[in-house]
């Protein structure tokens, strides 16, 4: 009976410190955080690229500018989470854009992407919007890309005549 016990306790106990001494090792094989100046040396580099050097354009450019100047519009309220009054200018995105479901609308006599992460159900009442439609929309995040010539609005709610009509839903369990 003894010979029994030591033939399965050999196993389990050969088998726990080999599960504990890969856990140990996963730890150290972490990569370590970059260094302000690894940063900038690996940023330079980028901006060296071909893709760095077309970016770097096209902030230049008219375009770009005309971008940036769109974020800076309202900046303040995107931080501050408030209500930004949109007319839809349009009901389809501009062609080859691959944001999903959005229209442009005009926020601050300015033209922006107000992009909609929405489920099936949010995009049924979505779809009843309509050109020259006035909305209230919140926003914790604006963004560029330079395929676009307009700043792009993640939407996290939006209302119409006092009905709210849209409000994303976060994934459970984090990002």
Known sequence: MKKVMYALILPLVVVG????????????????????AEIA???KKWEASPEGIKYTNWVASPEGKKVYAGIANIRKDVSAFTNMEAVITSLSLPPGSRLGF????RIKGE????????NE?????LQGLKVNDKIIIRS???SLAPKYAYPIVSAEYAEQDGKAIFKRIHPKGGC
């Not at 033209?111 to 929405?118: C, E, L, N, T």
């Not at 159900?121 to 009442?125: F, L, M, P, V, Y």
Request: no cysteine; aromatic share 6%.
């Open 111 to 118: 033209d922006y992407i107000v992009k909609f992460d929405a």
């Open 102 to 105: 959005g229209v442009m609308a």
């Open 41 to 43: 040396a690996e940023r």
């Open 17 to 36: 410190g080999l599960v504990f001494a890969n856990r140990e090792t996963s730890k150290k094989a972490a990569p370590k955080p970059l260094t302000a």
């Open 140 to 142: 914790h995040n604006i």
């Open 121 to 125: 159900s949010q995009i049924e009442q």
